[in-house]
């Protein structure tokens, strides 16, 4: 998928271009104030300085399901800046090709050599490392969103800080939970080759071992007989818990596979916290089987990107960091945060989502 947008004809180096206006984003209880906020004070720089036009590509895993938004998002604020780029989705890899992280090394080659002079991205894995470093040899400069790889020559992530957020959702859990002793099941990962995905895993159980529960761990399955292979695996973890589960916590968009299992067990009833807003998730919210979820904002990232990216060529790497301070972690991290929404709120977010065209 390709999804271009574009400016007219370009200004003049160093020439002031048509100002900035963004698209206003109605009020709502999940309006993430302090992100709108650092996107305005990003605003108000660009526009006072001699910005001018330049070539982009957003480079993203997928662009259905939970990409859409992002997709949305990175549209829109291209058009907003009025600059020439284009948002690009996965190139399809053949059984006997080269596996969709390679290819996605050569979309970011290709972008480079097609005049891209900044790149957002969101990597597959550490195998992107030497692609970003080898654009930023060539004067690209690189954000990476969704997932992150520190060890490159990037500028910038954008996105959820894993840790965090698997702790965030394990205090949720805590909240509906009986007093120790129990089992709590982790529908997460343990793979270390998948640093996100350990990382959030691992502030999930830090927090429900803290508060002394013991902790299952089930590695999650995005195979094609995943699901199967998932709720059967949970359904035994379930049923041979000692002492007896108390409580779920799934930590992907396939979290609602964590009601499945609990059905399957025959424990309909026990306490399940999910990720994501996958629309199967949903619907277990809406039944009240799960009892909260966590959404990382991807709209935001890729909201936010495109506008990093041109305060970075446009103001310089470290004016735009310090614009950025309130979200900012370690130097290097922006943290988009999380949304908790509890099952009597889901329409409540629909209706956010659907005011800024986010839905999945």
């Known amino acids: 998928m390709t999804a271009a947008c574009g400016s007219g004809e370009p200004a003049g180096a160093g020439e002031q271009v048509t100002p900035i206006r963004r698209a206003p984003t109605p009020d709502n209880e999940f309006k993430p104030v302090e992100l709108e906020a650092t996107v305005d004070r990003l605003v108000t720089e660009i526009n006072a300085s001699a910005s001018r036009p330049m070539q982009m590509a957003i480079v993203l895993k997928n662009a259905a399901g939970f990409w859409a938004p992002v997709v949305t998002a990175a549209n829109r604020a291209l058009g907003e800046l009025g600059v020439i780029g284009n948002v690009l989705g996965p190139v399809a890899s053949s059984e006997d090709g080269p596996g969709s992280d390679e290819l996605q090394n050569q979309q970011i080659e290709q972008a480079v ?4 002079e900044v790149l957002g991205l969101a990597p597959f894995n550490d195998i992107q490392t ?4 080898e654009a930023v040899a060539q ?5 990476t969103l969704d997932t992150d790889v520190a060890a490159s020559k990037r500028s910038i992530y954008v996105g959820t800080l894993n840790r965090s957020a698997g702790a965030t959702a394990g ?7 009986p007093p120790p002793p129990g089992t709590v099941i982790i529908h997460g990962s343990i793979d270390t080759a998948g ?3 350990l990382e959030r895993t691992q502030g999930a159980q830090e927090v429900l071992q803290q508060a002394g529960y013991e902790v299952q761990m089930r590695q999650s399955n995005w195979n094609d007989t995943g699901e199967t292979d998932d709720v059967d695996g949970m359904q035994a973890l379930l049923e041979a818990a000692d002492p007896p589960a108390v409580g779920m916590i799934g930590l992907f968009n396939i979290s609602y596979r964590c009601a499945m299992a609990a059905e399957a067990a025959g424990k309909p009833d026990l306490p399940i916290v999910a990720f994501d807003f996958d629309p199967k998730t949903v619907d277990y919210l809406r039944q009240g089987r799960i009892k909260a979820t966590h ?5 935001y990232q890729g909201y936010l990107v495109p506008y990093i990216l041109y305060g970075i060529k446009n103001l310089g790497l470290d004016a ?3 614009i950025l301070a309130p979200q900012m972690v370690d130097g290097s991290q922006v943290n988009t945060g999380l949304d908790v929404v509890q099952a009597d709120k889901i329409d409540a977010y629909n209706d ?9």
């Open 113 to 116: 050599a097609d005049g891209a």
């Open 295 to 299: 959404i990382q904002r991807q709209y």
């Open 171 to 177: 205090r949720t859990l805590l909240a509906m939970l």
């Open 195 to 197: 640093t996100s995905g």
């Open 139 to 143: 004067g690209v400069d690189v954000v």
């Open 130 to 133: 030497a692609a970003i470093d």
């Open 352 to 360: 956010f989502l659907g005011s800024i065209d986010a839905n999945q």
């Open 320 to 322: 735009t960091k310090k």
